[in-house]
């Protein structure tokens, strides 16, 4: 006889661990070492270009020039503000749960049983998979849009061997 948990606790235990856990995020190819850099440069080319619009009197320029760069400082501040935003879906033998939280922090939370939730791809030949949806019970949730159409592909593949293992149910290791 061995002593240790209950084969109930370790049934609870299996059914319960993600079989699959991904985390989507926007992809952001600028850093914030390399926006310091585009921006410096940005603003000595604004300075070194407005220079001789000031000795030839025209001084407005200048002005313009700043404008340019708090436009271009908005842009790039309201574009890591979108990056903020991210998808979490976890799939374990008992549920599928899909975290949608948007850049503002606002969270949606969508949660299905495996055993009823299918994995529906919108497809096109000349440019791949273009959507990828979870539906259960006459609900659907769209995921991986932030996903290029290649990544979109694999993520589609690993969520739908997840999915189907979630349906076989919690595989238990021999004692």
């Not at 002593?3 to 190819?29: M, W």
């Not at 842009?75 to 991210?86: G, H, L």
């Amino acid at each position: 006889m061995t002593l240790g948990k209950p084969e109930s606790d370790e049934a609870g235990e299996a059914a319960e661990k993600p079989v699959f856990d991904a985390t989507i995020t926007p992809h952001r190819s600028l850093g914030q070492d390399n926006f310091r850099i585009v921006m410096t440069l940005v603003c000595l080319t604004s300075v070194a270009a407005s220079i001789p619009f000031m000795v030839l009197g025209a001084w407005p320029v200048a002005g313009f020039f700043g404008l340019d760069l708090l436009a271009l400082y908005i842009a790039f501040k309201v574009n890591f503000n979108a990056a903020r935003a991210f998808e979490r879906i976890i799939v374990t033998p008992l549920e599928v749960l899909l975290r949608k939280v948007s850049h503002h922090g606002r969270e949606n939370i969508w949660r299905s049983n495996p055993a009823w939730t299918k994995l529906e791809r919108e497809d096109d030949e000349d440019y791949g998979l273009l959507a990828l949806s979870l539906v259960s019970r006459g609900q659907r949730t769209v995921v991986a849009s932030a996903l290029s159409p290649q990544e979109r592909e694999g993520f589609a593949q690993a969520l739908g061997t997840a999915l189907a293992k979630a349906k076989r149910g919690p595989d238990f290791e021999p004692a």
